[in-house]
């Protein structure tokens, strides 16, 4: 059984890349477990004074998470052009140590813009040495939505579908690895 981590790049409550994340992990098919971290808007502003035993209790949990998990989803909004300042701070706890070395890791979008972040995120991913997932993009336009719409295109077959696909198709790079 692979245990893969997502994430969402959002707080927001009603947040459609949260939503995204969740049926993933719904939709998950036999053979692969999708759970959900949550904890980026109680983490410390990184600092590297608070690296090592000064390491904080949330830092250490969202470092023992990646660590355990087989490979890790991303799922996560634009904003002005960039990485939310929470997705990417909680990317900074895991940079100096191996949590991230060489961990599979997959990007998936609920939004069709957003070009900048992506390629902003893919670039620090693989410069703290994931090993990204390229060429399988799982899109699914929520953007603009709200609930319950939301969560009637998450359950339409074609969506569900293209869910099971992404998640088999990262699975089977998690294991080829
Ligand atoms: C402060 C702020 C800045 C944004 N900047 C951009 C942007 O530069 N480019 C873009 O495509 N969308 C931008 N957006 C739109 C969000 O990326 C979009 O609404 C996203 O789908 C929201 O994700 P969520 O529903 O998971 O919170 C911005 C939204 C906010 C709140």
């Not at 140590?97 to 693989?126: C, G, N, Y």
């Not at 295109?153 to 080829?176: C, H, Q, S, T, V």
Request: charged residues 20%.
């Amino acid at each position: 059984m692979l245990n893969i981590l997502a994430i969402s790049g959002s707080l927001r409550a009603a947040s459609t890349n949260s939503a995204l994340i969740a049926a993933l992990a719904r939709n998950a098919p036999p053979g692969c477990r999708v759970s959900v971290y949550d904890g980026l808007g109680c983490l410390p502003i990184f600092d590297p004074d608070d690296e090592g035993e000064r390491t904080p209790l949330e830092a250490s949990e969202l470092i023992d998470a990646v660590t355990r998990a087989d490979g890790v989803i991303v799922s996560c909004p634009e904003y002005a052009h960039g990485v939310p300042g929470g997705l990417k701070n909680g990317l900074d706890w895991l940079v100096s140590r191996d949590a991230a070395v060489a961990k599979p890791a997959m990007l998936v979008h609920a939004s069709p813009r957003s070009l900048f972040a992506r390629a902003a995120l893919a670039e620090i991913m693989r410069t703290m040495s994931f090993a990204l997932c390229e060429g399988n993009m799982l899109e699914i336009v929520l953007l603009g939505k709200k609930q319950p719409e939301v969560e009637s295109i998450l359950a339409e077959p074609a969506n569900r579908l293209a869910m099971r696909d992404a998640l088999n198709a990262f699975a089977d790079f998690i294991r080829a690895r």
